[in-house]
């Protein structure tokens, strides 16, 4: 009980320097918990749908990578196609950006978009049955929840195993996109599938 009212507690916080300060915590938990457990809405506990546990990730991912210079002065998010992840990613940060910022998901209709408009490019599953391969485009994180992402050059793929989602990440595609991901990130990461040696 303890940790689903701390956890809680963190989710509803509106402030940018609170949930700065709580972004270790929030990471171990959601990586590690089956889903979340903290739905106020209803009498008893029950956890997170899929969407929503990939809407945490999508918000959360920005706070684990180190974009190249100059740094972007906000996180841009940008979805290729749309699902119910992206419409509780909107939610997402409907809740949780300050009253004096901005943030929102951008709708693109090609990889050359997002270039100049996005930080994290979140491309569903159903999308990414159009494209063979992925660009790794400087400065830009792209995520996933299709198979083989990783392999046509996506950065980090959100898999279902074991009734929970997880991230498993490509070091290489990353790095060509001139991103660095946080240690702690890669630690609590599946290994990616189809490299030796496991998790990078």
Known sequence: MLYHNQLAATLNRPSLIARQFCL???AIAL???SYILADTNTQSNSGYSPHEVKALYLYHFANFVRWPEPLPERIRYCSLGSDTATLTLKQVLFR???PNRSATVTSITNFNQAGDSCEVLYIPQD???QYKTIPQLTGVLT?????RFLQRGGMIELRATKNRIKPAIAID???KGQLTISS???RIALPP???KGGQP
């Open 24 to 26: 270790g915590y929030l």
């Open 31 to 33: 990586f590690f918990s």
């Open 96 to 98: 949780k950006t300050p």
């Open 127 to 129: 999308t990414l049955k």
């Open 143 to 147: 995520v996933s929840d299709g198979l």
């Open 173 to 175: 595609n990353v790095t």
């Open 184 to 186: 702690r990130l890669l």
């Open 193 to 195: 599938s189809g490299q």
